[in-house]
């Protein structure tokens, strides 16, 4: 059963700041993993996909990263601002799902960028 | 484009009264998923749609719940004799295939209170 922990739960970081949300999964036979960030009240915005044949994935001020043997997946956010502000979540599919895809969510980091 | 759309955006309803949900895919997008997020559980997946079937429907907590899916498109989810611990935002995703490929994308999801 695929287990995700997400450290830390919380942070606060002044405006400026590269910061690193680390997510570890149990289960390192996965295809890919998904980062999302929900802000309060929101549903989930897609960040990231990363296949397992990769092992970095950028998007602008983001790069996630993973580690299918040690189970990890890092999510870097360079010079944050205060509209990075939200809960960033990361989203490995469970075992055996080849066929389903479904999700299976950490707790999440809620991070909070301070002007 | 247009993206996942969800309706109601919030419901409360009386315990015992029957609920049902609307989740309105990406266009084209032939899986479909429903994850259920509350304060004590986090996200958890509830079902999965391949078109109109649904060969994953393990995170379904009781009986009570089911859905649908007609035309490859629009799916619903109802709740028969809502009890109070079935108070949460309710999401639904969809992707393209294959699954392994691509991001799931979210919709704002459904706030279902109980009283």
């Known amino acids: 059963k695929q287990e995700v922990t997400q450290i830390p739960a919380a942070l606060s970081v002044p405006e400026g700041e590269n910061l690193v949300l680390n997510c570890s999964f149990t289960d390192s036979a996965i295809y890919n993993l998904q980062w999302f960030r929900q802000d309060p009240g929101k549903g989930l915005t897609s960040l990231l996909l990363i296949q397992s044949s990769q092992r970095e994935q950028t998007s602008g001020r983001l790069n996630a990263s993973l580690d299918k043997s040690s189970g990890r997946s890092t999510l870097y956010i360079a010079a944050s601002q205060p509209g990075d502000s939200a809960t960033y979540l990361c989203a490995p599919p469970s075992r055996g799902s080849s066929n389903t895809g479904k999700l299976i969510f950490g707790q999440g980091t809620t991070l909070q960028v301070k002007p | 484009g247009a993206g996942v759309s969800q309706s109601p955006s919030n419901k409360v309803t009386e315990k015992g009264k029957d609920v049902e949900l609307r989740c309105d895919p990406i266009s084209g997008h032939t899986a479909l998923y429903w994850y259920r997020q509350s304060l004590g559980q986090g996200l958890e997946f509830l079902i999965y749609f391949q078109g109109n079937s649904a060969p994953d429907k393990s995170g379904l907590p009781s009986d009570r719940f089911s859905a649908e899916r007609t035309g490859g498109s629009v799916s619903t989810l109802t709740i028969q004799r809502t009890q109070q611990e079935d108070s949460a935002v309710y999401l639904c995703?969809?992707?393209?295939?294959?699954?392994?490929?691509?991001?799931?994308?979210f919709g704002p999801g459904t706030r279902l209170t109980v009283t």
């Open positions: 995703a969809s992707s393209l295939e294959p699954i392994s490929a691509h991001e799931q994308y």
